[in-house]
Nanobody, 116 residues
Framework: QVQLVESGGGLVQAGGSLRLSCAAS????????VGWYRQAPGKQRDLVAT???????NYVDSVKGRFTISRDFAKNTVYLRMNSLKPEDTAVYYC??????????WGQGTQVTVSS
């Protein structure tokens, strides 16, 4: 059974930074196209960053220039570096396979709260 475990969230002031981690067990998760998603209270879960299997990243406009997705094959871990955080980035962040791919069971996510 594949398990995704997100970590690294927390409370940060606007303008601050966080690095999220997503560790996967039971599969070669990080070698595939992967994504970071977020869900704000009362809203649907949305994709924010994709890292294609070939290494090309893609970001939604709202995080371009501020977020960086990366991975460590040896650790089977995917990261999301978030800089210049804004209150509107507040959400629970999840990782999973990339858009259009069959999703693995979702992890518990990691809460990111950005205060103004």
């Amino acid at each position: 059974q594949v398990q995704l475990v997100e970590s690294g969230g927390g409370l940060v002031q606007a303008g601050g930074s966080l690095r999220l981690s997503c560790a996967a067990s039971g599969s070669t998760f990080s070698q595939n196209t992967v994504g970071w998603y977020r869900q704000a209270p009362g809203k649907q879960r949305d994709l924010v960053a994709t890292l294609f299997s070939g290494g090309t990243p893609n970001y939604v406009d709202s995080v371009k220039g501020r977020f960086t997705i990366s991975r460590d094959f040896a650790k089977n871990t995917v990261y999301l570096r978030m800089n210049s955080l804004k209150p509107e980035d507040t959400a629970v962040y999840y990782c999973n396979r990339g858009p259009g791919l069959e999703k693995l069971p979702w992890g518990q996510g990691t809460q990111v709260t950005v205060s103004s």
